[in-house]
């Protein structure tokens, strides 16, 4: 990219220019950036990890410190993470500047199905089970709805938007949290959220088009 180029986007007002889009996404000044934490023994495994509070393994690591020449290098207005160990660790291998911890951005509370997979809780049912369709039951934590998950992930985007006219805003957390905050930043039910698959230290980009909320970018590493 030529200096020029660049000059020239600086001098647009109200844009921003997507370096993996290629091209300037009019209308705000900022996007949201959803990042999911590294591996950790139970995504690895695929045990839904709730609350409890796992570090990431050496891989994890090793994936958060790879989105330093990309995420890591953005300039963000602000920085939030979960308040979980395997999320604030990821973002700071990942070389960002956290400004805040944000307990809205916490894992969905799976109850009791904290700790097991999707296979061992269908075989137990007799049938295919799903957080999107079934939901949690209770279990050492009283469990969550969707619908109480998408409560406090719309209030994390009141804040985000909020600074969006100073820039980007990172937001460091779990699959199942950010899927359902990516689900309600589209006008859709939290149960959209599974629509939206994000592999560990992955992100996506929420940012508009004709002013109005979009998915500019998936799954991008």
Do not use: C, N
């Not at 993470?81 to 307990?103: K, M, N």
């Not at 894992?107 to 061992?120: F, L, M, P, Q, S």
């Not at 969707?146 to 719309?154: G, I, S, W």
């Amino acid at each position: 990219m030529t200096s020029a180029s660049t000059d020239r986007r600086a001098r647009v007002p109200g844009t921003v220019f997507d370096d993996r889009v290629g091209k300037i996404i009019g209308g705000r000044a900022g996007q949201i950036i959803v990042l999911r934490h590294g591996q950790t023994d139970w995504s690895r495994s695929g045990k839904h990890t709730g609350h409890t509070d796992l570090p990431l393994l050496t891989e994890g690591e090793e994936q958060a410190r790879a989105l330093r020449d990309g995420v890591g290098a953005r300039p963000f207005a602000a920085v939030w993470t979960s308040p979980l160990q395997r999320a604030a660790r990821t973002a700071e291998l990942a070389g960002l500047q956290i400004t805040g911890t944000d307990r809205d951005l916490v894992e969905v509370d799976y109850g009791g199905h904290e700790g097991r997979t999707t296979a061992e809780i269908s075989a137990e049912l007799g049938r295919t089970w799903s957080i999107w369709a079934d939901g949690t039951v209770p279990g050492e934590t009283p469990g969550e709805t969707l619908d109480q998950v998408a409560t406090r992930v719309d209030r994390v985007l009141d804040r985000a938007r909020a600074r969006l006219d100073d820039g980007d805003v990172a937001l460091v957390a779990h699959g199942h949290v950010l899927r359902i905050l990516t689900a309600r930043w589209l006008g859709l039910a939290p149960e959209a959220g599974a629509l939206f698959a994000l592999p560990p230290a992955a992100y996506g980009v929420l940012g508009h088009e004709h002013d109005r909320p979009v998915l500019t970018g998936w799954g991008l590493r």
